[in-house]
Every structure is written in C-alpha cells, then in structure tokens.
C-alpha cells in the first residue's frame, strides 16, 4: 500500500450495531466534569459542487467523501459490498451496500469487537488497512482480508455468509508483507495475492516491492506452505526503477487472469496498472498502454483538483459493465490534504484486451452520469450523501450512527446517550496520547465546512476539559475546549504542532448555561467560534492554519476528524 508504511512498520441517519445498555439510555443527572452534547450540524460548502450543479442523470464522486481510503468492492448478485481502510479508527473497515453503484447505504462496520481489532497503542496510521472483500460463490462466504500492523495480528481474514449479520473473529494468516487480497478461480481453487520485499540481498533500489501469490487453502483458511512464488518483481518495467508496486487484485475475463496493482507510491505519483496471464500462476505480462488510470501527468494548479488516483479495484456489473472504485485527494487552495484520501468510482472500458478507467487520464470531473436506470438518491431514504451537505445528529436514537467512530477504542466505553444528549466520560487520557481517547469524532468532508455543537459543561477542576477539537492524530491537532483556572472556568483554543503545544488564545467564559461550540474551515483557513446564551457568535483567537491537519504536513495516510472530547488530564492552562 503506502510509500512510508514499511518505514513505520451524511442528512441522514445510520444505525450503528451496538444499542447501549438500559442504563446507559436513561438519563443521568448532569454532572461536574461530564459534558452532554447536543445539536450536532456539520455543513458543507464546497464551491466545485455550488459551480457543477447536478443534471437530472448525473452523481458527483468521490462517492465517499472524506476519510475513506483504499476502497475495494465485491458483487452477490445485485448487491454490491464496498470496504475502506480504517487504520486507528474503531470499529473498523467501515462496509457499504449498494444496488447500483450509485445509492450506498453504510451498514456496519467489519470489525466491530474488541476480540476482532487491537488498535488500544497504536501510530494513527498503522492498524487497519488497505481491506481486501471477496465473495466466494463456491461456498456462498464473503471474505474480507487485511493487514493489521500493530497489536499482535499482522495479516488476517474474516468471514461472514451476510456482511449485515456480523463477521467472526480474525484468523491469522502465516505469510509476511501487506495488501492481501483473494481470488477464487471457476474451478473452485483460491489464490492470494500480496506485496512484499523482494528476497533478501535482491532489493535493487529504495521502494523495490515485489507482488508474491500462494495457493489458499479454502478450507482450514491458510495459505499453502511453500506454495510462494513472485508474480511481479518492481513493477511494469524494472529497468525504470518503479517503485511501491502494491494493491494487487486478479480477475478473470474470457479464460484469461488479470492482475491489476497500485504503482508509483500513494503521493502524487499514484497511478494503477494492469497485467496479463493465461495461468493464475502467470507469468503475468504487462499492457503496454499502462498505467490506466493516473493523475500525475497535469499542471499542478488544475481547477477543480484531483490528484493521487490509485488504489483501485474493479467490479462487473449484471449487465456486464466494468467500473473502478479508488483512492484519490482533493486538495485545498494551499494545496493540503485536509479531507484524506476519498473514495472515487469511474466506468470502466473493457473493449479490448486490458481494461482502461474511462476518463482516468485525463483530469478528472466531479460529476458522472448514471448507469441507465438508475435514479440518484443520495442523501435521501437512508442513503449516505455526497457533494454539499448537511448532517444533523440531536442524539436522541438509542443508538450512535455510523458515522461517528472512536480512536483506539470502543465508543461504548465513554458514550452515554441520554435524554438531555450525548454525555462523554472523560479518560485520563489527554488527546496528545497514543492511547484510547474520550473522543467522538466525525470525518471531515469537505474543504469549506462549518461544524456547530451544544455543550452543556462545568468542569471540575484544572485537569478537566470539554469541547471540540479539529485533530488528525495525537501530535497534531487545535482543541477549543473549556476547562477551569482558580474559580473561574475559560475556554481557550491549543494548538500541538509535532507534539509541542502552544496556546493561541484563551478567554473567561460563563458556563452556566449551555454553549455553543463551532469550527468553520474556508480551505486552509480555520476559525473557531463560540456563542452564550444564544448570542452572536465571538471568535477566538483569529484565524488559523488547518496545516497541522493536512496529511502532507503531519504524515501518514488518515483525514482530518472533527471531534467531540472530553478528559479529566488537562495539562494546559489559560
């Protein structure tokens, strides 16, 4: 997957799976140093969607927006599966359901239990990624394979007959490298496919990876002992150096094996790429019209920008259409990643001997038009939404939507919904920690967005704190929260930049009665804002970078979170 990964080694409302206990649904009485949430927006604006309008037969991509990363995409039928790096996050690998490749509903995530994901110590971007679904129609099983760095696992599969019903437990999986994926051929065998490090004493240069298959075993889910065998050494052409050859997926079309593969590292040299064989076991022949879908041959200051397309992964539809699902950014005005890497999806032309993403080699449009027959419904009857939107959550269902996800663990251990909102336990554990976090966060989606909250808080003591924060890991991140100084309770806004944090501007505030909190993003610039008594909002501490939430400045492979937190081991003061 990741050039750097061996260096380290949406108006709608969604269900999660776990209810909270009757204890937790009653209302509690409210309590120093437990803030209660409510009144949740987060809005939308970006100007590429108010400046393309949709026709009546079109959809925008991405069709997932923010912080959802290297997509792969299965098929049963008519039901489409569709499953996303999760890294950190838990749960994990967010699942979607589609009809139609247009309409996608989340419902649940794949690794959704303590037993199946160990995150708890983790680097924001190791845990879980680069997800591998696969249907297996010999055995009517769904399987999702993936590499989990960190916490024991490394790489592991599940399996379930009904992605909406739950998954088991992880088994692991004896073989090293990362990017897994399966493949089950017509005559009932099975194939596994990843990246690795070229044997040792043969690495030729800096970013040399090989792509290694083995013979998978079905039924006691292993790869088959001394089965091995490099498929792909470097990339297309080894004599031009290629590097982060990975993301390898097969297919099967008239007899012949296709194995297509990322290329070029996940920056803004990203590109995919395809190859040929007439034996799942290769040798496996490049195209010559590779790559087949890339981003990096434009001018840097395109309009509308999309750049670091890869990742992908195809899917045929009944009626024998191909299309593309990957990964790709949107940059904002400063040229930063703030949203992440984002889910794209391109029709597919598969005329002729290798498939090619139609359109993908050229500057890519945000709007699409629509299979025939389809109608889009996003952000409607329970599907997730895209382009500019609105999400209100009050908290009032018994249970959390999808949408919002932990760091390093389990919602449930500091989530109380409750008549009033959304009470959050304070840890003590502080958010610049690499440890599970009482945080509840939201991706950011947009580059122009405004995010407001209700809090109802008094806190305790000097090491209490509440409020929201703007955070793409443990080392850098702005939190605006409230917290207590003698007698008096401020709120003040801190900024970690490369672990070290600095106050940008604080002030004394009433907490008598409930604030309102809120965040606005105008691309790279941030405000943060706050309002009593339901008066005009006052901002504090001017206008501020979002680098610090840009994935080229912190590093790693996530997108910015919106959060709401709350801990009991402040350490900054007014």
Known sequence: MKKNVIAIITGILLFSPFSLSSQTKANKKLQKGVPTFSKFIYQGNDKVYNENPLKSNEFYTPILQGCYPDPSITRKGDDYYLVNSSFAFFPGVPIFHSKDLVNWTQIGNVLERPTQLKVQDIEMSAGVYAPDIAYNPHNDTFYMITT??????????????????????????????????????????????????????????????????????????????????????????????????????????????????????????????????????????????????????????????????????LVQAPDGKYYGVFLAIRPNNKQRVNSGRETFILPVDWSGEFPVFENGLIPLSPKLKMPEGVQNQTGMNGFFPNGNFTFNDDF?????????????????????????????????????????????????????????????????????????????????????????????????LVRTDKNKSTLVASEKIDVSKPIKLQVEADEDNYKFNYSVYNQVFKNVGGTVSGDILSTDVAGGFTGALIGLYSTSSNDFQP
């Open 148 to 313: 989990h760095i960190g916490g024991g696992l490394g790489n592991i599969v599940v399996k379930t007959k009904d992605p909406r019903q739950g998954w088991g437990d992880p088994i692991r999986l004896e073989f090293n490298g990362i990017d897994p994926a399966l493949f089950f051929d017509d005559d009932g065998k099975a194939y596994l496919v990843h990246n690795d490090a070229p044997d040792h004493g043969k690495e030729l240069y800096s970013g040399h990876r090989v792509i290694k298959q083995w013979e998978y075993d079905v039924e006691n889910d292993r790869v088959i002992p001394g089965t091995d065998k490099i498929i792909v050494d470097g990339g297309v052409d080894i004599t031009k150096r290629p590097i982060w050859i990975e993301g390898p997926h097969i297919y099967k079309k008239d007899g012949r094996y296709f194995l297509m593969c990322a290329e070029g590292g996940t920056g803004d040299w990203h590109s995919e790429v395809i190859f040929v064989s007439e034996n799942p076991r290769g040798p496996f022949k490049p195209a010559a019209n590779n790559p087949i879908l890339t981003q990096r041959y434009f001018a840097k200051d395109r309009k509308d920008k999309v750049d670091w397309a890869g990742h992908a992964d």
């Open 396 to 492: 009032s269902s018994k249970s959390l939507d999808h949408r919002w996800i932990a760091v390093r663990g389990p919602r449930e251990d500091f989530v109380n919904i409750t008549k009033d909102g959304l009470q959050i336990k304070p840890f003590q554990t502080n958010i610049k920690e690499r440890k599970p976090i009482s945080a509840l966060f939201h991706r950011q989606q947009h580059k122009t967005f405004s995010t407001t909250v209700d809090m109802n808080y008094v806190p305790a003591s000097e090491t209490d704190l509440a409020g929201i924060v703007c955070y793409q890991k443990e080392s850098f991140n702005y939190v605006f929260g409230v917290t207590q100084k003698g007698n008096d309770s401020y709120i003040l």
